[in-house]
């Protein structure tokens, strides 16, 4: 048994590597500077693609493909940085449940930084507000299982890939016993984000390099609108170089072509249809709702709420709170770089008054923002 495992594991690791391998990708990357070089001349400007994913933006910085690339195309970020999309309001409430009497918060890392309107989830802990970091929300569950005193709120924060998790973090309270338990939901769905960044004119993109982890759970299909509606073509992507490369390679190839699909090129993960059981638990414990998102505004149905028959679980239904009037840290222009608009160097605060250890916006602070990635691999002096 150990040995087929460790059969299946190198197995894999190889096949990974294919996606690693250097020699393959400068191949690939000649390529693409040449076919790209034709399509810029013939557009007469660089074709601008945008990467949905905060994940792909960090990993086109990281491998230096960006910079490698930035005269043959225009590479924009999008609104898939999950903590840098959060709203400040939701945010500002967040901070305002951690001030509550034996109320812990617990959440994915990133948060705790993000700037509120007024403080920030690290600053209130500095104060005595306890906020716990965890690596998943079961271990939230077993924390508030230890803990039977002390009312543990979970930030459900990200997009269809963190919202099961979450959603079976509740089954586990429910299977557990566990009455100190609450989530505050504040997931969003990439599809009403994708429609209303077109609807609203957004930045002129002609070609969407797709999330991967996203796609895993809503499949490939559900992105067919793009080509069919508005003429864009799309293509899902794996995180490795040859994922990002062959993702560039398919864009550019259809622009040239005058074609336009939405093309799988992460077949080893995602389906056309998706992860049928991910959907069903969504399905079992969230309905859809407006949902407000830095840089697009409200979005009708964009967000996941919990079901009614779960208010139990539900901390804004069990911790109602109220806020001050938020508002967004003058000049920064995290909006604009969440839809394309810009890119982060534009931001007249960018590496002057906003770095990584003193974040003025989310884009600078999460590990996908799109700011925090550009100052990290891109842009640094
Ligand atoms: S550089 Fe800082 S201030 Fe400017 S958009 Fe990015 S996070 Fe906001």
Not at 19 to 47: H, N, T, V
Request: charged share 25%; proline share 5%; net charge positive.
């Amino acid at each position: 048994m150990a040995r087929w495992i460790l059969k299946q594991e190198k197995e894999e690791r190889a096949s990974l590597l294919k996606f690693r391998d250097r020699q393959l990708s400068c191949q690939l990357l000649q390529e693409i500077k040449l076919k790209g070089k034709c399509l810029k001349e013939k557009l007469g400007r660089r074709p601008v693609f945008m990467e949905v994913c905060g994940t792909h933006t960090v990993a086109f910085s990281k491998t230096g493909l960006r910079k490698a690339l930035e005269e043959i195309v225009d590479l924009r970020s999008g609104p898939g940085c999950p903590v840098c999309v959060t709203d400040q309001e939701d945010i500002d409430r967040m901070i305002q449940l951690s001030s509550l009497e034996n109320v812990v918060l617990g959440t994915f890392g990133d948060m705790v930084r993000v700037p509120g309107s007024r403080t920030s989830l690290e600053q209130e802990k500095a104060r005595g507000a306890w906020v716990k970091i965890f690596y998943s929300p079961s271990d939230a569950v077993q924390w508030a299982l230890r803990n039977p005193g002390k009312q543990m709120i979970f930030l459900g924060i990200g997009f269809e890939t963190t919202a099961p998790v979450v959603a079976l973090s509740i089954r586990e309270a429910e299977d557990l016993g566990v009455k100190n338990y609450s989530v505050y939901s504040v997931h969003k769905l990439v599809i009403p984000a994708l429609r209303a960044l077109l609807n609203d004119k957004g930045p002129g993109v002609d070609g969407f390099i797709l999330p991967g982890h996203v796609s895993a759970v809503i499949g490939r299909k559900a992105f067919g609108f793009l080509a069919q509606e508005f003429n864009i073509p799309g293509v899902i992507a794996g995180f490795e170089p040859m994922d990002l490369l062959g993702a560039l390679e398919n864009l550019i190839y259809q622009m040239d072509r005058g074609e336009c699909r939405i093309d799988n090129e992460y077949s080893r993960l995602v389906r056309e249809e998706g992860n049928k059981t991910a959907q069903t638990v969504i399905r079992e414990f969230f309905d859809t709702a407006e949902g407000s998102w830095r840089g697009l505004g409200k979005i009708p149905a964009s967000s996941l709420v919990l079901q009614d028959n779960l208010q139990k679980y539900d901390a804004l239904k069990r911790f109602p709170v109220e806020i001050s009037r938020p508002f967004n840290k003058e000049g920064c222009r995290c909006g604009e770089v969440l839809t394309g608009k810009i890119v982060p160097t534009f931001c007249g605060m960018f590496g002057k008054e906003c770095t990584p250890s003193r974040p003025v916006g989310p884009c600078m602070v999460s590990s996908e923002g799109a700011c925090s990635a550009y100052f990290h691999y891109d842009f640094r002096e």
